[in-house]
């Protein structure tokens, strides 16, 4: 890739680490690893496997804010709740990846879960068809949507 080894190790790290079941270990994604070795690019290679449009349709049937899910503090009631009427949006963004604990805060009576992003291939991708399924349009403009993925991942 023409990348030495630090500064590659590093872009690995900043794309494809960062889920977390207890805020301290954390694991790479190997699908993604193994494609990123394979294509010898980097890109967005989980997230393409499997668009999920029943998690956008609940997202956006719920009117949910795509800002509230970076630095979300949750109970851990979240995650015990499993009612298929009413399905918990951070419940199941946590259980298929597109959310990690960075952060448990246990206070004397109950746990709060910090939940975001796990790393920059979930956030980009995550905006972007986030953001293609509010506008409700077929396509969006290429610049326009590289802007805004540049200006929401820098924070990654």
Not at 78 to 95: G, K, R
């Amino acid at each position: 890739m023409g990348i030495k080894k630090a500064p590659l190790l590093t872009q690995i790290k900043t794309w494809y680490d960062g889920y977390s079941w207890n805020a301290f270990d954390k694991v790479y994604n190997p699908f993604s690893i193994i494609n990123l070795f394979a294509e010898q690019r980097f890109s967005n290679y989980w997230f393409k496997s499997g668009t999920p449009s029943f998690l956008m349709k609940l997202i956006k049937n719920n009117q949910r804010d795509i800002t509230e899910f970076e630095n979300k503090k949750v109970s851990e009631i979240v995650f015990d709740s499993y009612n298929i009427e009413n399905l918990n949006v951070f419940a199941l963004l946590f259980q298929s990846g597109y959310l990690t604990i960075t952060h448990i805060d246990t206070q004397e009576r109950f746990t709060e879960y910090t939940l975001n992003y796990p790393n920059f291939e979930v956030k980009q991708a995550f905006i972007t068809y986030l953001l293609e399924s509010f506008t409700n349009k077929e396509e969006i403009q290429s610049r326009d949507k590289l802007k805004l993925n540049l200006t929401l991942c820098n924070s990654v």
